[in-house]
């Protein structure tokens, strides 16, 4: 191959998350390796093959890292690891081989918001003195009366943004859980430390990075905290890092925010390689309800030319609840009267529930919601177990309901462990209409 054959060919991998079709899962949902009823990554290499089967050709994996798991995971107590459920950083290294040996791309999670209150950084922050370095990781207050035109977005569990410690004799900052204290990025040793992570991952071979949460990073006073200009200049610090020293790599954004505000984090093509396209989701569902295409050709137009180098990220569903956040009151109400007419299935300002459920296994609705995902603009996102009309459980807490282990099989617990079924990380579905039987 010429020199500039190969340069070409470079250039062109360089995009490859354009060309990406993903496959989302949670590594303790998939399948179980070693019957403890927990899934790890042992049973997710032993299922590569079923994942390239599908024809996708990237995976993104659910935060597998030391943690309490008060948030499935979103609560990191160590960054550089692996919780001992899933097995061990060798098994995980072990897994990114065993995907790129078969042309599988890997994304995992850059959790950079907040951590768990677990986390050694914060421990050492509340037994620490006000101002000190340890101290000056997390946001701080002496009165919870701070930001007061900032959201609650957990609006269903939590009453306030702000959380009183009592080692600290303070109050701390928290956009998510009490149990998740926000990171102070207004503290330069914050991003030397999320770098230091961020090369951890793309040491151990990672594809790309999913920035949780981006749009909460910094607080300032007299604002709404979200998609502030200081934030933007941390990820140019980031994609910088990036770019100087790994190649072929990504960052995905996200932003559950409006089109014109989620353009910001590609930057000039030098913030996030991709981003989500939040308000495009709920309004396929809108379409397809009202048989009528203008919910999404409405979006379409509001939604901004983006740089070259970037790409929009569309999905159906996912780990969270179907986010009602970007529509109207009016659409919103329309759309939980519709797809959530069960109260049990509504959610902080959402619905949690899976695919096939959200359109009562009409499987003409589920490929046609699925022809509209692979023909929109942008890098389609498949979430495990959507792909065989899996249904969910709203009877379970918060949002595991739609994080239930994957059904192999008519098989024990539905082919996914031969443990006892008391024992499982959550229990299988096992309703008449849905369930494995």
Request: aromatic share 12%; hydrophobic share 40%.
């Amino acid at each position: 191959m010429s020199a500039r054959s190969v340069a070409t060919a470079s250039a062109q991998d360089a995009y490859w998350y354009k060309d990406a079709v993903i496959y989302q899962l949670h590594v303790k949902s998939f399948f179980d390796g070693n019957d403890d009823g927990i899934g790890d990554f042992a049973g997710l290499i032993a299922k590569l093959d079923y994942i390239k089967d599908l024809g996708v050709n990237t995976i993104w994996l659910l935060p597998f890292y030391p943690s309490p798991r008060k948030d499935d995971g979103y609560d990191i107590a160590a960054y550089e690891g692996v919780h001992e459920d899933y097995g061990s950083m060798e098994d995980a290294r072990r897994f990114i081989d065993e995907a790129h040996a078969r042309g599988l791309r890997v994304i995992t999670e850059l959790v950079i918001n907040h951590t768990s209150d677990q986390h050694p950084w914060f421990q050492r922050a509340r037994s620490a003195p006000p101002g000190s370095p340890e101290r000056e990781f997390y946001v701080w207050s002496d009165t919870d009366v701070k930001y007061t035109d900032t959201r609650i977005i957990f609006l269903d569990t939590e009453k306030s943004n702000w959380a009183w410690d009592p080692v600290a004799n303070a109050y701390y900052w928290h956009r998510f859980y009490s149990h998740q204290p926000d990171l102070n990025f207004d503290n330069p040793a914050v991003l030397t430390a999320v770098l230091s992570v961020m090369r951890y991952w793309l040491e151990a071979g990672v594809d790309g990075l999913r920035l949780d949460a981006v749009p909460y990073l910094i607080e300032r006073e007299g604002t709404n905290n979200e998609n502030l200009p200081e934030t933007h200049a941390i990820l140019k610090k980031i994609r910088a890092e990036l770019d100087a020293h790994y190649s072929d790599r990504l960052l995905l954004a996200e932003a559950n925010q409006w089109p014109e505000d989620v353009q910001h984090y590609f930057g000039d093509g030098d913030e996030c390689h991709m981003a989500f396209h939040f308000p495009l989701m709920p309004r396929m569902y809108m379409a397809v309800a009202q048989e009528d295409r203008f919910p999404i050709t409405d979006i379409l137009r509001q939604t901004p030319d983006i740089p070259a180098n970037c790409q929009w990220a569309i999905f159906l569903r996912n780990h969270d609840e179907l986010t009602l956040e970007m529509v109207t009151d009016r659409e919103r109400d329309y759309l939980w009267d519709t797809y959530a007419a069960d109260r049990r299935a509504r959610l902080n300002l959402g619905i949690r529930r899976r695919l096939a459920p959200l359109v009562q296994r009409d499987r003409r609705r589920v490929e046609l919601l699925n022809s509209l995902l692979l023909s929109m603009p942008g890098t389609p996102v498949i979430y495990y177990g959507d792909e065989i009309g899996m249904g969910d459980n709203i009877h379970l807490g918060d949002r595991d309901g739609v994080r239930t282990p994957m059904q192999w099989s008519v098989d024990r617990n539905g082919g996914f462990s031969r443990a006892d079924p008391a024992s499982m990380v959550l229990p299988p579905i096992m309703d008449p209409l849905y369930g494995f039987q």
